[in-house]
């Protein structure tokens, strides 16, 4: 956990200097889910997308977060959102099966495009009651 303290830290920091960079209120949203810090998370990386409306990997992990602490309305509208910016990022989303996974087994992944498409399909196969096929 030390690495993303000192991770969540510097970008807090490098925020101070420069406010207006989307990709770095999406690392410190990261930072803040890799350590469960949910509601820090989901600010984070509201401002990242209130910088930059097309960043889809701060949709993602919005979405991530929203799920966590049991909005789930909030996750389906940025599942949404992120299905219109990037159909492929989005793919894994519609072929919904009905199985539980725990939030660890997704939290615990890097911050990268690769392991956020990964781990979409375990994401989003822990919503039970929204049908995603009429969406």
Same mark, same amino acid.
């Given at each position: 956990?030390?690495?993303?303290? @000192? *991770?969540? #830290? &510097?970008? $807090?920091? /490098?925020? =101070?200097?420069? !406010? ?7 690392? +410190? %949203? ?9 509601? @820090? *998370?989901? #600010? &984070?990386? $509201?401002? /990242?997308? =209130?910088?930059? !409306? ?7 992990? +919005? %979405? ?10 909030? *996750? ?19 072929? +919904? ?39």
């Amino acid at each position: 956990m030390l690495p993303f303290v @000192q *991770a969540a #830290e &510097a970008l $807090k920091q /490098a925020i =101070r200097i420069s !406010p207006g960079t989307a990709e770095v209120h999406f690392a +410190l %949203g990261s930072a803040y889910c890799a350590l469960s810090r949910w509601a @820090q *998370a989901i #600010e &984070a990386y $509201k401002q /990242a997308t =209130r910088l930059r !409306p097309d960043l889809s990997g701060a949709h993602f992990g +919005l %979405g991530l977060c929203y799920l966590i602490v049991g909005e789930k309305d909030s *996750a389906l509208k940025e599942y949404r959102i992120l299905k219109d910016l990037d159909k492929d990022f989005a793919t894994p989303y519609v072929a +919904l099966s009905t199985n539980r996974v725990g939030h660890h087994e997704v939290v615990g992944m890097r911050p990268s495009e690769h392991s956020h498409r990964q781990s979409s399909t375990l994401l989003y196969k822990s919503i039970l009651d929204f049908d995603f096929q009429t969406t």
